[in-house]
């Protein structure tokens, strides 16, 4: 039973950084590699101050606007950068935040993490955090539900298919690109700030490249821009990610089998989608 | 003196990774995300043949340069080509997913421990108050030879000005007669060959790790951004400037004060995407298409 809570709190976290990040790349179709970038600066935005003394209300609201400040970069980037361009300048960034919070030991302790973080009165036990969890996923997944199938998701959508026929329409660019990234930064401030009293430490290496990739998969496999695809899509590839501990192979080889695995399935879903994924804009 | 010599060093390595991959993105404008990988494959495969096999060295290094081709060839019958004709930037993901395949792959066969390909030269050798072993030197020269080499063939024969047509601009070379989809298929088996080639010299003058595939794979867009994407010589260039910077960085005692980290070593690369894509995105040495 442990077990179950314990997958509902991982996969529910999960929802508000992912979904997040599939309104950029999945329905936007911008190449923003860097969420674990903004994850990075939400995370250590947070926990830094948390550490030195701050209390949880006025640390989160410091992460809350360094988090905004390096989305809004981003979003500027996407806005001046070809869309390969950004993709690669993404990693550098993201990158790059990674070798400061490594190296700036005496402020983030660097691959030592933030241990002992501290938990919310209410989020004691596993149980509490699966039953918190899902409310704060219930409640993302409607509003991004909302913002799919309202003006903004057509505007998106549109500026995805063809940017200057959209732009000829009254679409406004700049506006549609910051709210996504404002939007995807605010859902990884609020699955990290959850994720990290989970498991009672801040550590960089739940921050670095391969995090990124789980997310991709995660978009490519479930339907990019799809809410309920994407959804669908966490579930399993969760399930498989911290099922296959169970599975009778020695341990030293569990990581390398995720690893091919996770690659195949990356590679299928592509596959099936390639007419899909980044489609040809349509024309008259 | 030092530094620079250990820049020449670092910068070798960084060029022949570079200059592949600058070919491929020229001809073809796609990213490959997993070439760190494709070197690790050839030096792994070489340490295989030579340590564990017990094959001579050379006869090692040819089988590491043969699997790197078979590799890239593998690589892109699989992973690009059924992908860039639908979209440019699919290759992008799937050579994310073929990444994740060959670092498992990797684990699987050869285990995580960090391997080095055992040479027999030793002596050190001092040039102008530079210091180096025999076998860096000979790596050094390796790597020129095989650059001049791939100068000559690309400038100054007729296969040359074929693959040069199809850098500029495919449709009009395959009005030509060029066989284009041949030459990609070519040009990328070229790359995967000259990444083994880095591998190779990865794993005689350090060692292998599954970790330094990313980092080796963003040192290498770092030198095409900067060379002008899809310029072979720029690219060259800026791996061997990368790799000074990097050595100047964390060697040089700043103003008699205090020495950089060697963990910020590697975001000299980074600073150089930052920098190039923001200021100046089309490159030190950026060659225009040719309209007619």
Redesign the interface.
């Known amino acids: 039973m442990q077990f179950f809570w314990h997958i509902v709190a991982m996969i529910c976290m999960s929802i508000p950084n992912i979904l997040g990040f599939n309104l950029i790349f999945g329905k936007g179709k911008i190449f923003h590699f860097g969420p674990i970038g903004v994850s990075t600066v939400a995370t250590y935005g947070v926990f830094v101050p948390l550490m030195h003394g701050f209390s949880y209300p006025s640390a989160i609201a410091i992460g809350f606007v360094l988090t905004m400040i390096i989305s809004l970069l981003f979003a500027w980037l996407a806005l001046r950068l070809e869309p390969d361009a950004f993709g690669v300048m993404a990693i550098a960034i993201h990158l790059s935040l990674l070798a400061v919070v490594i190296n700036w030991i005496s402020l983030t302790r660097g691959t030592r993490g933030l241990p002992d973080i501290p938990r919310f009165f209410f989020l004691q036990t596993t149980q509490s955090f699966a039953l918190f969890t899902f409310i704060i996923a219930l409640l993302w997944i409607l509003f991004l539900f909302v913002l799919h199938r309202g003006s903004f998701g057509r505007s998106l959508d549109a500026l995805a298919e063809q940017l200057w026929y959209a732009g000829s329409l009254g679409i406004d660019r700049r506006w549609v690109t910051v709210i996504a990234f404002l939007i995807g930064g605010l859902g990884a401030l609020i699955t990290n700030v959850i994720y990290c009293q989970y498991v009672f430490l801040v550590h960089p290496s739940d921050l670095n490249f391969p995090v990124f990739i789980f997310f991709v998969m995660v978009v490519v496999a479930g339907k990019p821009g799809s809410v309920p695809g994407v959804l669908c899509s966490l579930i399993l590839l969760t399930l498989l990610r911290e099922g296959m501990r169970f599975l009778p192979i020695p341990s030293e080889f569990i990581g390398s089998l995720r690893l091919l695995l996770f690659g195949l399935i990356l590679f299928v879903a592509v596959w099936v989608r390639r007419d899909t994924l980044f489609p040809k804009a349509r024309s008259v | 003196m030092q530094l620079l010599m250990n820049g020449l060093i670092a910068g070798s390595l960084a060029a022949l990774i570079a200059g592949g991959l600058a070919l491929v993105y020229g001809v073809l404008g796609v990213?490959n995300l997993a070439l760190g990988q494709m070197v690790l494959v050839g030096g792994y495969a070489t340490w295989w043949f030579h340590v564990p096999l017990g094959l001579p060295l050379s006869a090692s290094i040819v089988l590491g340069l043969l699997m790197g081709a078979a590799l890239s060839w593998a690589s892109f019958e699989l992973?690009v080509n059924?992908?860039y004709k639908?979209?440019r930037?699919?290759p992008?993901?799937?050579t994310?997913?073929?990444?994740?395949?060959l670092?498992?792959?990797i684990?699987?066969l050869w285990s995580e421990r960090p391997r080095s390909i055992p040479t027999t030269g030793g002596g050190m050798i001092s040039i102008v108050g530079m210091q180096a072993t025999f076998t860096q030197l000979t790596l050094i020269m390796c790597t020129l030879l095989l650059l001049c080499g791939f100068a000559c063939l690309f400038h100054s024969t007729p296969f040359g000005r074929k693959l040069r047509a199809v850098v500029q601009n495919p449709l009009a070379a395959m009005s030509l007669g060029v066989p284009a989809p041949l030459l990609h298929r070519i040009v990328f088996i070229m790359s995967g060959v000259f990444a083994a080639a880095g591998g190779i010299f990865l794993g005689i003058d350090q060692t292998l790790s599954t970790t330094i595939a990313?980092p080796l794979t963003?040192k290498a867009?770092?030198a095409i951004?900067a060379g002008g994407k899809g310029n072979i010589w720029g690219a060259v260039l800026c791996a061997y400037l990368i790799a000074i910077l990097e050595q100047l960085l964390v060697g040089v005692h700043w103003f008699g004060t205090f020495y950089v980290?060697a963990?910020?070593q590697?975001?000299v690369a980074?600073?150089f995407?930052?920098v190039f894509?923001?200021w100046k995105?089309q490159g030190l040495f950026a060659t225009s298409q040719r309209l007619a």
């Open positions: 990213f992973f059924p992908f639908h979209h930037f699919l992008l993901v799937t994310i997913a073929l990444s994740m395949i670092d498992a792959a684990l699987l990313f963003i867009y770092a951004i980290s963990g910020y590697s975001t980074l600073l995407i930052i894509l923001l995105p």
